[in-house]
């Protein structure tokens, strides 16, 4: 879902005229998070089935399983699959997350059976699968609206509230505990078509005492899932959640892809974070999502041409990360994608496949880039246009450097320990690498595997 909310310490750093009336935090907990082992050489892909293919079913999209398994990825991320609210629909198919029912599937994707046998086909191929799930409000004529008015909060006429101004979704009210148990039903009842966690829309807006509550009982059923926050609120990494949206961080590459501001607010959201959030905490980095590419032309145009790989290259290889691909980057898609209507994705050329199997099997393989792995930077030159770090874990050690800024810059590689005839990842062959100098291209790339 769009949206609306920031973490309040980047605030000193970045700009933000987004307000909204969001649920309570609690304090934070200084506690460590725990991860599947699964995801932390992981990385996401996120489907959006309506736009996927001229069909828009789950059985046309499963005809790019064998593509998207080549290419690297790991884990899908379904946008919601759940039946769409017909009342105060937005445009003529209406908005994924104005669900009308939580226990079944859309039909405009297919059957509850074809899911389970996507779900099959996914695992089958050593694949991980996570859904969306809509937990703050449902669509306008959800089957709670009629059976369960208490289920919602309610406005001054007594009728279920608009949350925020979606004018097609209602408010939930998580002051309702048997709201609360109903909704953690639903969610377990999506655990047993076989799927291995969730993707949490507004997570920001629902409050820790449901998070406590619910993910330990998802936990007995599966152990190991996973459980993604759109959200970078601090109470999220201590209520059972894997992983947080970085919103400041991303805003801030924005910034720096406009020459508004130069790499050292890089570092400066990394050190908010690194604090903010429990030990462990993954984030998950982006050039685009659903959001971001319907709303704000994310990554065509706040990362346009060249500008886009440095920042793609960050995203996949940064400290305590699992990094994100949309649907159609690897296209790579150049324009907005409809959000409430039928807008097809044309896949014909896929001019950046290569460069995203290149990341995503570097980090599959290699456990340097692992969520865990240690993060140290290095200076190579103009420390206000050039960032450069290592990753380094059992023995294996990558080093990056990204020229974010649009004029060439010079490299010294000071660091002897660095130094030798070092495996060029996207050269595909070992090339000297001394203390000599050398010039990178505006928005250049590289990566060194030890």
Not at 33 to 58: C, S
Request: hydrophobic share 40%.
């Amino acid at each position: 879902m769009k949206h609306c909310t920031i973490v309040a310490l980047a605030l000193l750093i970045l700009t933000s005229a987004c307000k909204v009336k969001e649920a309570p935090a609690p304090p934070q907990q200084q506690t460590s998070v725990t991860h599947p082992a699964w995801i932390m050489q992981g990385n996401i892909y996120e489907v959006n089935v309506r736009q996927y293919t001229p069909e828009g079913t789950l059985n046309a999209f499963s005809k790019h399983l064998d593509r998207l398994k080549d290419m690297g990825v790991q884990t899908l991320w379904f946008m919601p699959l759940n039946p769409i609210s017909k009342k105060d629909r937005k445009g003529s198919l209406g908005s994924y997350y104005a669900v009308s029912n939580y226990n079944t599937i859309n039909p405009e994707f297919g059957t509850m059976a074809d899911w389970k046998n996507i779900v099959k086909e996914i695992h089958n191929r050593g694949m991980k699968v996570v859904i969306d799930w809509v937990p703050n409000h449902t669509g306008a004529d959800h089957t709670w609206i009629t059976s369960h008015p208490d289920f919602y909060v309610q406005d001054s006429n007594g009728e279920p509230a608009v949350a925020f101004d979606w004018a097609d979704v209602r408010q939930l009210d998580y002051n309702n505990t048997v709201m609360q148990d109903s909704m953690i039903n639903s969610m377990k009842s999506w655990l047993t078509t076989g799927i291995d966690g969730f993707r949490v829309d507004v997570a920001w807006n629902v409050p820790a005492e449901f998070w406590n509550k619910c993910i330990p009982q998802l936990k007995a059923i599966k152990d190991d899932i996973f459980m993604l926050a759109e959200g970078d609120k601090a109470y999220l990494s201590t209520s059972g959640f894997n992983a947080v949206y970085p919103w400041p961080m991303f805003k801030a590459m924005i910034k720096v892809a406009k020459g508004e501001r130069d790499v050292a607010i890089l570092d400066s959201i990394k050190a908010v974070n690194d604090t903010l959030y429990a030990r462990g905490t993954i984030q998950m980095y982006f050039t685009s999502n659903h959001d971001e590419n319907s709303w704000n032309k994310s990554d065509f145009e706040t990362f346009p041409g060249a500008v886009h790989a440095p920042f793609a290259v960050f995203t996949q290889t940064m400290a305590n990360s699992v990094p994100l691909v949309y649907s159609g980057q690897e296209e790579p898609v150049l324009r907005a994608l409809q959000f409430f209507d039928k807008d097809p994705i044309s896949f014909e050329k896929y001019g950046r496949e290569k460069f995203y199997k290149t990341l995503l099997d570097l980090r599959t393989k290699n456990p340097a880039l692992a969520a865990d792995a240690s993060f140290n930077k290095v200076s190579v030159g103009d420390d206000k246009a050039l960032y450069a770090f290592t990753r380094e874990k059992d023995g294996k050690k990558i080093f990056v450097i990204l020229n974010l800024s649009a004029k060439e810059q010079e490299i010294v590689v000071k660091d002897k320990s660095l130094h030798g005839n070092i495996y060029n990842v996207f050269m595909y062959t070992k090339e000297p690498l001394s203390d000599q100098p050398w010039k990178i291209e505006p928005w250049g790339y590289v990566i060194y595997e030890y």
